[in-house]
């Protein structure tokens, strides 16, 4: 079983729609969770980091988390077209500092 | 606000040859890492440094690599001879003192290996 899997998409989604991207991970002890977006070519960039269950919020973008379900999620409110990249989840666990990876989804946000 | 910077933005090298990827880490962090993304792949973590040490390194991470801290701001990836399946963005990062705390990434070095 992969460690982090994401569905690769690509998604597509109208400008000004909501987003929503999964993620699942194998790891109960699993405990700190991360999104990126990357841009081709291009390093990836944080977006958001989640610790907690429930919902956290930053402007448009909200996490949520589910340890009993083993699952992370990442909606974009209101995207657009600058919102078109890969969402990458990673995850890091126990004492380990190292991120573990999924492939990331590709995400459309259509004009 | 501060960032992590990597060269050279590009390399091409003959496989065989040795090849340096530079880092400038975050000023006050202390952990260290070093990562590479094959084309159409994941990340893939290749070693972590701490206190001037490994403190973690993956199975990618062979004897052909080496990673050195020779001064108070650099951080290096060394590989000594490269293979064809080397070629890869490879992704320098750095983080605080916390654990969970944020992984900062550089823009990345692509290397071509021909």
């Known amino acids: 079983q992969k460690e982090v899997e994401q569905n690769s998409g690509p998604l597509s989604v109208p400008e000004g729609a909501i987003a929503s991207l999964n993620c699942t991970y194998s790891?109960?002890?699993?405990?700190?969770f991360f999104w990126y977006r990357q841009y081709s070519g291009k390093s990836p960039e944080l977006i958001m980091s989640?610790?907690s269950n429930g919902d956290k919020e930053d402007g448009r973008f909200t996490a949520q988390l589910n340890k009993a379900s083993q699952y992370v999620s990442l909606l974009i409110r209101d995207s657009q077209p600058s919102d078109s990249a890969t969402y990458l989840c990673?995850?890091?666990?126990?004492?380990?500092?190292?991120?573990?990876w999924g492939l990331g989804t590709s995400l459309a946000v259509n004009p | 606000e501060p960032e992590v910077t990597q060269t050279p933005s590009h390399q091409v090298t003959q496989m065989g040859q040795e090849v340096i990827l530079r880092c400038v880490p975050i000023?006050?962090?202390?952990?260290f890492y070093w990562y590479r993304q094959i084309l159409g792949q994941k990340v893939e973590f290749l070693v972590s440094?701490?206190?001037?040490?490994?403190?973690?390194k993956s199975e990618i991470f062979d004897d052909q690599f080496s990673v050195e801290r020779p001064d108070g701001s650099n951080f290096t990836l060394k590989i000594r001879s490269t293979k064809l399946e080397d070629s890869a963005m490879y992704f320098c990062?750095?983080?605080?003192?916390?654990?969970?705390?944020?992984?900062?990434f550089g823009e990345g070095s692509w290397l071509t290996v021909v």
């Open positions: 000023s006050n962090h202390l952990y």
């Open positions: 989640i610790y």
């Open positions: 990062a750095s983080s605080g003192g916390r654990l969970g705390n944020t992984i900062y």
């Open positions: 440094f701490y206190n001037n040490e490994i403190s973690e």
């Open positions: 990673a995850k890091n666990a126990g004492n380990n500092r190292k991120l573990i």
């Open positions: 790891d109960r002890g699993s405990q700190s």
